[in-house]
């Protein structure tokens, strides 16, 4: 079995894609979603709360403004975190994506690592599943 470091995006693709179902991969891709939604509501409420922590609000918080903007860099964090499932999927999804063109421009990209880790994972589970090391 190829080493995942020495895989080249595109092998890493191929790779998920031919051990997991389309649906499966689809799922993945609704799961970040929705997780990219959640993550959205957080940032929202922590921009309001920021909003009323630094009193440009008529409505007063008891929250004081480090620990509201705490909690806006926290959820901004999220944000990007989601953002790139999403693209690590959409990557996987999209067969019709130029994985070498997205490679030479990004290449110490976070989408990447995650898939390489997506890669990992399925690696380590079927080393599991046939007892080899």
């Known amino acids: 079995m190829k080493s995942v470091e020495d895989m ?3 092998e890493m693709l191929l790779y998920i894609r031919s051990r997991l179902e389309r649906r499966t991969l689809l799922e993945a891709l609704a799961e970040e979603a929705a997780e990219l939604s959640a993550a959205s509501a957080a940032l929202s409420k922590a921009a309001l709360k920021c909003i009323r922590a630094e009193n440009l609000s008529n409505n007063p918080t008891p929250v004081n403004k ?3 903007w705490s909690d806006l860099e926290k959820a901004n964090r ?3 975190e989601e953002h790139y ?13 130029d994985p070498d063109t997205y490679e030479s421009n990004h290449a110490n990209d976070p989408a990447i690592k995650k898939i390489r880790r997506w890669v990992r994972r399925l690696q380590d589970r079927e080393v599991g599943k046939h007892g080899e090391s």
């Open 8 to 10: 080249t995006l595109r």
């Open 66 to 68: 480090a620990f509201a």
């Open 85 to 97: 499932d999403i693209l690590a999927c959409e990557l996987v999804v999209y067969e019709d994506s």
């Open 78 to 80: 999220e944000i990007v």
